[in-house]
């Protein structure tokens, strides 16, 4: 089946406009997760989703950034007023888990938006 | 999350020599362990993960090591072929949290 689309794939924004990062995880998959990778990083952890419930988004670096999950589909991550360093790709992943331990399971991730600020 | 380190490792092995990748984890409370393989412009894959109840897996062509005691993680490729070539991470995850390495850079030599 189709894998964890993500769109736009790249996004080039002007320091202080908005963007707003598309998630389409794997269908039925309950839990959805949002990543920052600084180019030659590792993926940091920003925000962690359970159906449309936000159970964890203590990775968010500011209140500039925001993300939902209205109907525990469709994910949407907005950056208000974007500055310079906030240029990164962007990864949603996707895992079936039901419990608790949802970070324990499986993560399947999307190809990520590459968002550069000028 | 938190991620490790600004500079990446890199690892130059020749085409058909086992290949060796290691991660140090910082959580104690990490109690499951995957290793993702990253290509140039896509998003990290699945390779093998591991559980902290055991020490050794082994999937098609990879191993991985688990060792508690000094909080390391490894990831051995045999027979390694251009197509191995990526940047592979590994992750630690506990109840509460997600943490990835910084990466290493493998290259094969044809």
């Known amino acids: 089946g189709a894998g964890v689309s993500q769109s736009p794939r790249y996004k080039v924004a002007k320091r202080g406009q908005d963007v707003a990062l598309r998630c389409d995880p794997i269908s039925g998959h309950v839990s959805l997760f949002w990543y920052q990778q600084a180019l030659g990083q590792g993926p940091e952890f920003l925000t962690y989703f359970q159906n449309e419930a936000q159970l964890d988004k203590s990775g968010l670096p500011s209140d500039r950034f925001f993300a939902e999950r209205p109907e525990g589909s469709v994910s949407t991550l907005k950056i208000q007023r974007t500055q310079q360093e906030d240029s990164a790709v962007y990864l949603c992943?996707?895992?079936?888990?039901?419990?608790?331990?949802?970070?324990?399971?499986?993560?399947?991730f999307g190809p990520g938006t590459r968002l550069l600020v000028l | 999350g938190e991620s490790v380190g600004l500079h990446l490792p890199t690892l130059s092995v020749q085409e058909g020599d086992n290949s060796i990748i290691n991660c140090a984890y910082s959580n104690s409370a990490s109690d499951y362990f995957i290793w993702y393989k990253q290509e140039s412009g896509k998003g990290p894959q699945f390779i093998i993960d591991?559980?902290?109840?055991?020490d050794k897996r082994q999937g098609q062509r990879v191993t991985v090591l688990l060792n508690k005691t000094v909080k390391h993680l490894s990831l051995q490729i045999a027979a390694t072929q251009p197509g191995d070539s990526a940047v592979y991470f590994c992750e630690e995850t506990s109840y509460d949290k997600v943490i990835f390495g910084p990466g290493t850079s493998l290259s094969v030599i044809p």
């Open positions: 591991i559980r902290s109840n055991m």
């Open positions: 992943a996707s895992s079936l888990s039901l419990a608790g331990g949802a970070r324990r399971e499986t993560q399947y």
